[in-house]
C-alpha cells in the first residue's frame, strides 16, 4: 500500500512549487502592432528628418523675411507617421495645396498652408500692414500667381538646399489644390511622414504641413542618418567661400552718423529763427566726435571741411563699454 502524505509534506510539495514558478524567466510583454499605420521610419531617421527641415525652416525664414520686410519665425512643431488618407482628412476645405515633383526621387512633395496665412504674406508681399481678409475663400489666380514667385518658389529652392546632403533633387512646382479631396497622387494606404512646421509673422501663428511618402524616400533611407548631417554641418568652409563672402559683405552700404552737438532752445526763439543767426551747441571745437554705426558708437573723429562739403576725419577708433561688448 502506497504511503500517504502527510499535512506537511503537502504543504512543502506546494512551496517549492510556488518557488519553482516565480524563478522562471518573465514572459516579454505583448506590444500592440496597428497594421493599418506601419511605423516604417525608425526614431535614428526621424530624427534626421528634424535636422534637415529645420535647416529648412531656418534659411526659408530668411528669405521670407527679407520679402516681407517683417520678422518671420519658422520652427519645427512635430514629425508624425500616418497613412495617406488619414493626412487628407485631416485638411481642412479651402486650403492652399502645393503639388511639386522630387526628382530623381519618385513620389510628390505635398506642401500645405492655411488661406488665413497665405492672405496674410499676400498682403505683405504687396506692401501692406500685413492683415488677413476675414473670411475663408479660394485665392484668386492674382494671389496665387505673387505668392507662387515670392513665397512658394523660395520654398522650393530652400528645401533643395536642405536635402542638398543627403540626394541632389529638382523640386518643381506641379500645381496649386484647394480641396484636398482632389489629391489623388498616391493610395489611402501609402505611408507618409507629416512634418508640421509653425509659421510666425507679427502675432499671427498657423501651420505649414509638408506630407512626403515613404515610397518617395525609400531609395534614400540609407543615407538618412544623424551621423551623415552632423559630419556635413562640422564640415570646414572651402576658402573660396570665405573669400566670396568676405567681398560680398564688404561691398554692403552702411550709414554712418555723426552728431555736431546739441542744444535748448525754446519755441519762441525756434519761431523767431532768421538765415545766418547762429545757435551755440554744448559742444566746443576741438572735441572729438562720436562716429555712429547702427545704434553704437564704433570712432572718434573731429569736423573738418572738404572742398565745399563737410567731412570729417576719423581720430581713432573708439572702445566699446563692457555693456555694449556684452551684447
Given amino acids: 500500500m502506497d504511503e500517504i502524505l502527510s499535512q506537511q509534506e503537502i504543504d512543502e510539495l506546494i512551496r517549492q512549487a510556488a518557488s519553482e514558478v516565480q524563478e522562471e524567466e518573465p514572459q516579454p510583454d505583448v506590444v500592440a502592432y496597428d497594421f493599418k499605420r506601419p511605423h516604417r521610419f525608425s526614431k535614428e531617421r526621424v530624427r534626421a528628418l528634424q535636422r534637415i527641415h529645420e535647416q529648412f525652416a531656418r534659411e526659408l525664414s530668411g528669405m521670407v523675411s527679407a520679402k516681407v520686410r517683417a520678422r518671420v519665425d519658422l520652427s519645427v512643431t512635430s514629425i508624425e507617421q500616418l497613412t495617406f488618407g488619414e493626412f487628407i482628412r485631416s485638411v481642412p476645405n479651402p486650403s492652399v495645396i502645393i503639388l511639386c515633383t522630387m526628382q530623381p526621387l519618385e513620389g510628390s512633395l505635398i506642401m500645405q498652408l492655411s488661406p488665413d496665412i497665405s492672405f496674410l504674406l499676400y498682403d505683405r508681399l504687396c506692401g501692406g500692414p500685413g492683415t488677413s481678409i ?5 485665392l484668386t489666380d492674382i494671389e496665387l500667381a505673387v505668392l507662387t514667385t515670392q513665397f512658394f518658389e523660395p520654398m522650393a529652392i530652400s528645401f533643395e538646399n536642405a536635402w542638398s546632403e543627403i540626394v541632389d533633387m529638382s523640386v518643381t512646382l506641379e500645381s496649386i489644390e484647394s480641396n484636398p479631396q482632389f489629391l489623388q497622387v498616391m493610395t489611402e494606404r501609402e505611408t507618409v511622414v507629416l512634418i508640421s512646421l509653425t509659421l510666425g509673422i507679427g502675432n499671427t501663428r498657423d501651420l505649414v504641413n509638408i506630407c512626403l ?3 518617395a524616400l525609400e531609395p534614400v533611407l ?12 562640422r564640415r570646414r568652409a572651402e576658402p573660396e567661400d ?8 564688404k ?3 552702411i550709414v554712418l552718423d ?21 545757435i551755440t551747441l554744448d559742444r566746443k571745437r576741438y572735441e572729438n ?13 573731429s569736423p573738418g571741411r572738404l572742398g565745399d562739403k563737410m567731412g570729417i576725419v576719423v581720430t581713432a577708433a573708439r572702445p566699446l563699454e563692457r555693456s555694449e561688448a556684452n551684447e
Avoid at 134 to 138: A, H, K, M, Q, S
Avoid at 258 to 278: P, W, Y
Fill in 213 to 215: 511618402s515613404y515610397s
Fill in 251 to 253: 561691398e554692403t552700404p
Fill in 222 to 233: 540609407k543615407q538618412l542618418t544623424s551621423l551623415r548631417l552632423f559630419d556635413s554641418l
Fill in 289 to 301: 566726435l562720436e562716429v555712429q554705426v547702427g545704434d553704437l558708437a564704433k570712432f572718434l573723429a
Fill in 242 to 249: 570665405v573669400k566670396m563672402l568676405h567681398s560680398q559683405i
Fill in 134 to 138: 476675414g473670411r475663408t475663400r479660394e
Fill in 258 to 278: 555723426v552728431e555736431l552737438g546739441s542744444t535748448t532752445v525754446t519755441v519762441a526763439d525756434l519761431l523767431n529763427l532768421q538765415v545766418g543767426d547762429v
